[in-house]
Structure formats: C-alpha cells, structure tokens
C-alpha cells in the first residue's frame, strides 16, 4: 500500500525560503509518476511539480519555475519540493501524490493521481 507523509510547511517572509519533504512507502517509488500539489481555501488544487522516479525527469507549473525544485532522494524513501524566493501568492496546503501513468506526468493532471498524502501548510506574509 502506498503512503505519503508530508512535513517541513511553516511560515515565512516573502523571499524566504522552505523545503517541504514527503516520506513515502518503497511503492510509491515504483510510481511512474510523483509531485507536489497545494490548494487555497476557495481556489481550485494547483499543480506545482511532477518527477518520474525512473528517470528522474522534472516539470513545473509556470508559476514557480525557476523557483522551486522537486527531487528524490536516493534511498528512495523521500521526495522534496525545494522552495525559494516565496511569495504571497505562494500560500496554502501542500500535497504530495504519487500513482499517475507516466505519459501523463504533469503538474496540470492532478485528477490522475491515485494516493495523496494528508497536507502541510505553507504560510507567506510580511
């Protein structure tokens, strides 16, 4: 059974900077696809990241390209979302998923992804 555990949210000015970390079964790694999403209250899930863990290949939203990397560790047990140069608009609860059919790995194909974790929060202001 895949399982995700999501830590590392918290609060920070804007152009601070926060690693988020995802601690998942040793199934999750034989996903074709894994990545981050988060959600605001009364906005739709947003895409952020997607990583094939067999090749390792990336894809980001346009919003945070060039900002945020995602990356596997090599033990296979964790998943990262590196955060820098945060912003406002960068605010709410973070989700790490796992489970969507490799052809389709983008960060626009939330619905496709079969296991989520539980969220951590994310929290940009002055």
């Known amino acids: 059974q895949v399982q995700l555990v999501e830590s590392g949210g918290g609060s920070v000015q804007p152009g601070g900077s926060l690693r988020l970390s995802c601690t998942v079964s040793e199934d999750a790694f034989k996903s074709d696809c894994m990545g981050w999403f988060r959600q605001t209250p009364g906005k739709e899930r947003e895409g952020v990241a997607t990583v094939k863990p067999t090749t390792t290949q990336t894809y980001y939203s346009d919003s945070v390209k060039g900002r945020f990397t995602i990356s596997l560790d090599n033990t296979k047990t964790t998943m990262f979302l590196q955060m820098n140069s945060l912003e406002p608009e960068d605010t709410g609860l973070y989700f790490c998923?796992?489970?969507?059919?490799?052809?389709?790995?983008?960060?626009?194909?939330?619905?496709?992804?079969?296991?989520w974790g539980q969220g951590t929060q994310v929290n940009v202001s002055s």
């Open positions: 998923a796992a489970g969507a059919p490799r052809l389709y790995c983008s960060p626009r194909n939330d619905y496709l992804f079969k296991n």
